[in-house]
């Protein structure tokens, strides 16, 4: 990747409070601080999660943008497991937790990242879908994994970067999309919106 050249005066906001999508933009070596606004996370019932993600991402990009300083770029993003057509949120407790972990048990299913950048007028948004496959589990993996804690913060109930990743026989696409941010998108944003 060749180092994308952020205008002098221009600040990287990541509008995230994600510990995972902070290590990923790290990682693409661009200089950033981060900022969250709350926001409903609700979108049109209508909604497809591949468009959800996009959507809920220009919204999270619109609102920190509203308090960010002037000459910033914004970087939102938003992920959902989908299985059947079902988005899998973060569950609300541990029952929440084993019911979507059975869901993806021995199967596979998509995680649907969307992306958004923002500068000023301009706004680019995109998402990036890949397949993960689930290894067949028992009751024993689903509450060992469970009495972990890590479930309990993540969409689908599983983070891959953590000790779910045990739970994973294998993905196609890309991992940085299932963790929270694809950088390979996000860089190819970045010089659309800077002209590079």
Not at 103 to 126: A, I, Y
Not at 135 to 147: E, G, S, T, V
Not at 165 to 181: E, F, K, P, Q, R
Request: proline share 5%; charged share 25%.
């Amino acid at each position: 990747m060749q180092h994308i050249q952020i205008p002098d005066g221009v600040t990287v906001i990541l509008a995230s409070k994600s510990p995972r999508r902070k290590v990923l933009l790290g990682e693409m070596g661009i200089p950033f601080t981060t900022m969250t606004c709350d926001i409903t996370e609700t979108y049109p019932a209508v909604m497809h999660p591949s468009q959800a993600v996009r959507f809920l991402s220009e919204k999270k990009a619109r609102a920190v943008a509203e308090i960010a300083p002037k000459n910033a770029i914004i970087i939102a993003s938003d992920t959902m497991v989908e299985v059947d057509g079902e988005a899998l949120g973060k569950p609300k407790s541990k029952e929440d937790a084993a019911r979507m972990l059975w869901k993806l048990s021995g199967r596979h299913h998509n995680v649907h990242t969307g992306v958004c950048v923002m500068w000023g007028e301009k706004m680019l948004s995109d998402v990036d879908t890949t397949d993960v496959f689930f290894l067949p589990l028992d009751q024993k993996d689903i509450d060992d994994y469970i009495a972990t804690g890590e479930p309990m913060d993540k969409a689908g109930a599983y983070g891959i970067q953590g000790r779910g990743g045990h739970l994973i026989s294998h993905v196609n696409g890309h991992l940085d999309t299932v963790i929270g941010l694809p950088c390979d998108l996000l860089e190819e944003m970045l010089r659309n919106l800077l002209g590079q």
